[in-house]
């Protein structure tokens, strides 16, 4: 299941960093010819390799790549539990002074048809100042950046004062097979870190090209799906009866469209507000500073609340998505479900939701269950807690982004939607949605048909990444 990017929203935030930012200039031309040449033609071999039904070819294709660039062969690794969803494993040895750092980014893209896009999206299409293809956002960008990145500090003979880890893994898209978990349940000891970099969260959002914010995620919600059904003797549509099981389903999704689950920060979403306070003007930056005092203002938080992405940050969020019933038009329905998608703060569980649920559709006729198979051992039923600001993460963050992004601050942020995060989190694992690939304001066209990405922003990401990594493994 793959999670929206927050910096992707449109929000009086936005506009307000867009006036204040200054347009500095990317950082492409920073990489040199030979570097931009092997990022691009990774990042193409990646697009071109359809791995919405195995990843396994993908994977080998960058085991190859790293195994030519000099890595070790016992130190890359083509596993997992068939020959259709293989997981990469990379170490990248370092002196062992400090615990490794893991790098995570899921291979599997959802399916695109070719009569929808415009361009082939399992080609990689230039048409500048973008590029075409299924997986350009979501997310061959980042492993591409990733394994650029290994090579490059490779060739440059540098020693990290850890070994850093990458996992490039199958299965995010909510399929049954995913490579993170996985790993952690069969190989634990070949991705165990100190902490995990994902750059499937977070990201750079710019407006018209200027650099507007950077956000860091640090939290994100847990993703559950609950099964709702009403089921009835039925009978012949000539002779209408009043519990007609569609009508109760609808009567308790009209009471759950009118329930709010109530306001709750933690402590990256405090930070988040108390950033944002500085910088908006006006009544939404009185009420992002009223929500943050011992007694927040509800005034404050229902008209913060009006914004879809602030709303789901100060709570838990559930809506329906999908309905069925009946079995002939003229025919009273036997049997309608309905599937209600949530998204769970840090500190309830999908047990307490569902409980929530009954009580709020307050009707014993409605069957309400968690769906299918949402656990594993390494994802708990419950949300995790946010992971700590680590200082040498947030001040690596805040040096490159000043330099590469001036004027756009860096805020930590929750998810609201959900990644393989949740996996490393539940392990113990601290995980930091990071990306230094920059989308404009309205860009988003993950899962979507013509997904592209700008060119440049994606050298940027380049850039970003090899700095970043170099800073957190080069402690004194």
Not at 48 to 65: C, G, H, W, Y
Not at 408 to 417: D, K, N
Not at 426 to 451: F, K, N
Request: charged letters at 20%; aromatic letters at 8%.
């Amino acid at each position: 299941m793959h999670q929206l990017r927050p910096a992707f929203r449109t929000t009086a935030f936005t506009l307000a960093l867009f006036i204040a930012a200054p347009f500095i200039g990317t950082a492409s031309a920073q990489l040199s010819t030979s570097d931009k040449q092997l990022s691009k033609s990774i990042f193409k071999q990646l697009i071109e390799i359809n791995t919405t039904e195995s990843t396994t070819a993908a994977a080998e294709a960058m085991a190859k790549r790293l195994l030519d660039a000099g890595f070790p062969q016992t130190d890359v690794s083509v596993i997992g539990p068939d020959d259709q969803h293989k997981n990469l494993v990379v170490r990248y040895r370092g002196t062992g002074q400090h615990k490794p750092i893991l790098l995570i980014g899921h291979l599997d893209t959802v399916e695109a048809r070719r009569q929808d896009w415009t361009t082939d999206p399992f080609q990689f299409v230039e048409q500048a100042p973008f590029v075409y293809g299924r997986g350009t956002q979501d997310m061959k960008d980042g492993d591409a950046i990733y394994v650029t990145n290994f090579i490059r500090l490779k060739r440059a003979g540098y020693k990290p004062d850890r070994d850093i880890i990458l996992a490039l893994t199958a299965d995010e898209e909510g399929g049954n097979h995913n490579g993170v978990s996985w790993l952690l349940k069969n190989h634990r000891d070949m991705i165990d870190a100190a902490f995990v970099l994902n750059q499937d969260a977070g990201g750079v959002t710019t407006n018209h090209g200027k650099p507007v914010i950077v956000e860091v995620d640090a939290s994100e919600k847990l993703y559950c799906d609950y099964k709702l059904t009403v089921t009835n003797p039925g009978g012949h549509s000539s002779l209408p009866r009043p519990d007609n099981a569609i009508y109760q389903l609808t009567d308790g999704l009209v009471k759950l469209q009118h329930f709010t689950f109530p306001f709750q920060l933690n402590a990256v979403t405090r930070a988040y507000f108390a950033k944002e306070s500085t910088v908006v003007k006006g009544q939404q930056a009185t009420d992002m500073k009223a929500i943050l005092t011992n007694r927040p203002d509800p005034a404050a938080i229902a008209r913060l609340s009006q914004d879809p992405f602030q709303n789901a940050t100060m709570r838990t969020t559930c809506v329906a998505t999908r309905l069925l019933a009946g079995e002939a038009n003229n025919a009273l329905p036997q049997r309608a479900t309905a599937n209600v998608n949530c998204r769970i703060l840090p500190g309830s569980s999908r047990e307490q939701i569902c409980q929530k649920l009954v009580e709020v559709l307050a009707d014993p006729k409605i069957d309400v269950a968690i769906s299918g198979n949402q656990s594993s051992a390494y994802a708990n039923a419950q949300a995790e807690p946010p992971a700590p600001l680590r200082p040498e993460l947030m001040q690596a963050i805040d040096k490159i982004a000043a330099q590469m992004w001036p004027g756009a601050p860096v805020v930590p942020s929750m998810s609201t939607g959900a990644t393989d995060g949740k996996y490393t989190n539940a392990a113990g694992m601290p995980t930091y949605g990071v990306s230094g690939v920059a989308i404009d304001v309205g860009g988003d066209r993950e899962h979507a048909r013509d997904e592209r990405v700008k060119l440049n922003s994606y050298y940027d990401g380049v850039t970003f990444y090899y700095r970043l990594l170099k800073a957190l493994t080069s402690q004194p």
